[in-house]
């Protein structure tokens, strides 16, 4: 905390006037939490894109007084007053209820605004004695917001009140705002974010909780496309306040996951979205190794060197239900395969193909390279024939979303499953 407290500079006696009031009063809980905070404050801050240009400012130079005891205080009451915040261990309720921000969204006070709008209705389901899954899909169903797609122009966090005023914005704006309105009431909900799908392309947010038995039960803010649920992540982030970069990794509380080890050091892992390689996380160098911890089984991973680009002599891999990595091996010179009446696809949806549209199918040795070319001549399938067996294809088109296709392998029956 003394080392937050030198960063503040001039608001250094803004945060000691935190603890001198409680202190003064004789709250000791307050002021446990007000060390918290301050302790964890340091590279927390607004990145403010609503004037049109970003203007950053820390947490630690700019927050007042007024608004870290406002939050303090309310975040207590919801302890006192809610059963479902009164059971939470004090980790879990620093980690969840404390906080006055979740990301980089511009400092307003949520926290009043939804504890005196929801707590009437949070206070009835008490008194019937909702469980805590009860309460959180009570109010994801009551009080839900849109999914407005156009709102992905928006630049950074949203806060609560443009949340209100447009009523809604997209997945990651409505899963902050689902936690800022629910932790008003005392709800220890989580955002959990995913950076890249493994098999989709595009990433997600996700609103999760543990029930009173310790499960852990995830679901798409508001209840949009439930579906996703049925979707997997290379990686899954949790936004905790008190960790560098404000996020743990938490897949291994999603999907089965496995740890890898490649014999190369200074590796990372990547997985293929938007028609690029995006990396996931950097190995653990061991022993001239690089081990990879909790990564997603059934999806495709490209090991990357410092530069994000595919490793030389490192093959990608298929991390299988069993655990192992099955790795894609360079294709040899003889061996061919034949890919006829294959479709692309936009995530479920079948592609119209455009008639004399040319599509390339690529495979990959080190990087994606060009094996043939065809057009559609039913507008739905594709026929390349007889073509080198490289173990790993792609196919291309001239459209942005033909150009963001999925990864694919040839299975021995002629199947083909996309990654």
Excluded at 165 to 181: I, P, V, Y
Aim: net charge negative.
């Amino acid at each position: 905390m003394e080392r937050a407290l030198k960063k503040a500079g001039d608001n250094r006696s803004a945060l000691e006037s935190v603890l001198r009031h409680y202190e003064e009063t004789g709250d000791s809980m307050g002021l446990s939490c007000a060390q918290w905070l301050i302790a964890n404050m340091s590279g927390k801050g607004t990145a403010d894109y609503s004037a049109g240009t970003l203007k950053a400012s820390s947490d630690l130079k700019t927050i007042t007084a007024d608004y870290l005891i406002d939050n303090i205080d309310l975040a207590l009451e919801a302890r006192r007053r809610f059963p479902w915040c009164q059971t939470l261990t004090e980790k879990v309720f620093r980690r969840t209820i404390l906080p006055y921000r979740l990301q980089a969204e511009r400092l307003e006070p949520w926290r009043r605004y939804y504890l005196e709008k929801y707590g009437p209705e949070a206070d009835s389901l008490a008194a019937k004695g909702a469980t805590i899954e009860e309460v959180v899909f009570y109010f994801n169903t009551h009080h839900q917001k849109r999914y407005i797609h156009e709102m992905d122009t928006v630049e950074g966090d949203m806060p609560y009140t443009q949340i209100e005023a447009t009523g809604g914005g997209t997945c990651e704006h409505l899963a902050l705002n689902a936690c800022q309105s629910l932790r008003a009431i005392g709800v220890a909900l989580n955002l959990d974010r995913l950076p890249f799908h493994g098999r989709v392309n595009g990433g997600h947010a996700y609103n999760s909780f543990y029930t009173e038995q310790g499960a852990l039960i995830y679901f798409s803010p508001y209840e949009r496309d439930p579906e996703r649920r049925q979707w997997v992540a290379p990686q899954v982030r949790r936004v905790v306040f008190d960790r560098p970069g404000l996020y743990e990794v938490v897949t291994e509380e999603y999907y089965p996951t496995a740890d890898v080890e490649l014999d190369v050091e200074n590796l990372s892992v990547a997985t293929f979205n938007r028609g690029r390689l995006k990396k996931i996380s950097d190995g653990k160098n061991i022993e001239g190794k690089s081990l990879f911890q909790n990564l997603s089984q059934s999806l495709l991973y490209f090991p990357i060197d410092s530069n994000g680009k595919a490793a030389a002599g490192v093959a990608p891999f298929i991390l299988g239900a069993s655990g192992e990595p099955q790795f894609i091996l360079d294709p040899s010179t003889t061996d061919s395969i034949r890919i006829d009446g294959i479709s692309l696809y936009d995530v479920k949806r079948r592609l119209t193909l455009g008639r004399g549209n040319s599509y390339a199918l690529m495979g990959w040795r080190g990087g994606w390279k060009p094996l043939a070319w065809a057009m559609s001549r039913d507008s739905l399938t594709l026929d390349f024939g007889q073509v080198p067996d490289y173990h790993l294809f792609l196919i291309v088109g001239p459209s942005s979303i033909e150009q963001m296709q999925r990864p694919f392998i040839v299975h021995p029956d002629g199947s083909y499953e996309f990654f």
